[in-house]
Structures are given as structure tokens and as C-alpha cells.
């Protein structure tokens, strides 16, 4: 053991020159859902260029970077009277570092605003939802309505899928 401190994790919106390390992410970090999805619903990659850029015009995107690299990513939308975290992504060789943590709670601090940030992932996919509780997350009451509400999925990933939801302090609401 070295005793060296562990680089900082900087995160920062993501450009259009950031879109292939991006993908890179997402789809490796994605490649461990082919352990609960059904064989028609798993697609590698899980995103192509096209989608991240369709996606770029709804959303914003982040980055978290160690050493300059980058380990995480992660879009905030928002839609109606919510902010919604979408496609948060870690690399497999990164995880359980505190990156997915540092991306939420940066996400929430740019979520001011709103009172309520909301998170959709696969009803199975048992390690996001677990970090989403230990963020303060709690489960929908109603996820489906919730999911018509504030999101446009295929209605074979609505009903794959889970919300869960964070109320923000009033003073990160502002």
C-alpha cells in the first residue's frame, strides 16, 4: 500500500467532444444488465452515438472524472415540476469508490428549483436501486403513473421499470 490519497473526483458538464468516452461508459457499465434482463429487452450497446446526441437535446450531461479520466456519467432532465437523474452509468472497474454518489448528489445541487428529483431503473437491476436508497431514495408509491407522467420509454422498459424519488430541502429547491 502506498499510502497515496486517491485522485480527486472532478465532475463537470459533458460536450459534444465528450460523447465518445461517454459511450464508452454507458456501455460498459450497461453490460451487467444482461444478467436480469430478458434475452429481446438486452441490446449492447445500450446506447449508440445518435441516441446520446437525441438525448443531449432534452437533457444535460455529466461527468465525473479521476485522474482526468473519465468513470461516470450522468443527465439531468427536467420535465414538468420535477428533476429527473437519468442514465447514471459507472465503470465496472470504478464502482463502490463513491463516484455514483459524488454524480448524484452534484446532480441534485443542479436540480435547484425543484422540489422533487425523481429516478427510473429496471425493477431487477438490484445495485441501482440499492445506492439509490442509501442517497435517501425511497420507491414510488405509484411507479407506472409516474412513469407516464415524466418519462417517454418503450412501454416494454415501463413495465420493467421502477421510480424512485427525493424531496430536496427547501433551501436546494430555490
Aim: no cysteine; glycine share 8%.
Amino acid at each position: 500500500m502506498s499510502g497515496a490519497a486517491a485522485p480527486p473526483v472532478v465532475i463537470r458538464r459533458l460536450s459534444a467532444a465528450d460523447r465518445e468516452a461517454a459511450l464508452a461508459v454507458i456501455n460498459e457499465a450497461a453490460r451487467w444488465y444482461r444478467e436480469f434482463l430478458p434475452p429481446a429487452e438486452y441490446h449492447d450497446p445500450e446506447m449508440t452515438a445518435d441516441e446520446w446526441d437525441q438525448e443531449a437535446r432534452r437533457l444535460t450531461w455529466y461527468g465525473a472524472f479521476v485522474g482526468g479520466t473519465l468513470a461516470g456519467v450522468g443527465g439531468l432532465e427536467r420535465v414538468q415540476d420535477v428533476a429527473l437523474l437519468r442514465h447514471g452509468y459507472v465503470l465496472p472497474a470504478s464502482q463502490r469508490a463513491g463516484i455514483g454518489v459524488r454524480l448524484v448528489e452534484h446532480l441534485e445541487r443542479e436540480a435547484h428549483g425543484v422540489e422533487r428529483v425523481v429516478v427510473g431503473t429496471y425493477r431487477d437491476n438490484y445495485k441501482a436501486r440499492r445506492s439509490l436508497e442509501k442517497a435517501g431514495y425511497r420507491p414510488s408509491p405509484d411507479p407506472e403513473t409516474v412513469l407516464r407522467a415524466y418519462y417517454s420509454i418503450p412501454e416494454a422498459r415501463l413495465r420493467s421499470s421502477v421510480t424512485y424519488e427525493k424531496t430536496l430541502s427547501a433551501r436546494s429547491a430555490r
